[in-house]
């Protein structure tokens, strides 16, 4: 049993192996299963689905990521599988921030909601904001520097 990520374009989507084949995820239910991630990010509502793992990923790459158990302890893995299934068919509360597919797997595998990939952009974006300020003030001051 393997907490995992497919990869896309804007994030990865987080689901749960859970045997045979299948994972179970928080899913958009109006998208297809290979679009769900990114059309969930505004959803609001979301639902937990048990599908094939090919349905899911699709043409994406996905590997087995358990990358938060350096630094937690996991449940164990037929605590998680039995947790994972009652959530099957639910509607969900999804915000990208802070309840995201990412949250929903890692609160099943560790029981602590965690998202790393947020709190990158999050920094990312304070980043970028900060290049482009110092990009405009030195702009700023060279044009201020040539005209005299």
Known sequence: MRAGDIFRTIYDHWALYVGDEYVIHVTDEGASSVLASSSSVCAGKA?????????????S?????????????????????????QWIGKEVTYNVFNKNCEHFVTKLRYGEA???QVQ??????????????VAG?????????LRR
Do not use: H, M
Request: proline share 3%; net charge positive; aromatic share 6%.
């Open 137 to 145: 003030v030195a702009t700023v001051v060279a044009n201020a520097f």
């Open 120 to 133: 990158d952009a999050a920094y990312d974006g304070v980043t970028a904001a900060a290049l482009g300020i």
């Open 61 to 85: 790459k996905w590997r087995v990521n358990n990358k938060y158990d350096r630094s937690r302890t996991p449940r164990p893995v037929e605590e998680i599988i039995r947790r994972a299934e």
């Open 114 to 116: 965690l998202c790393e």
């Open 47 to 59: 639902k937990v689905k048990k599908q094939l793992l090919k349905e899911v990923v699709g043409n």
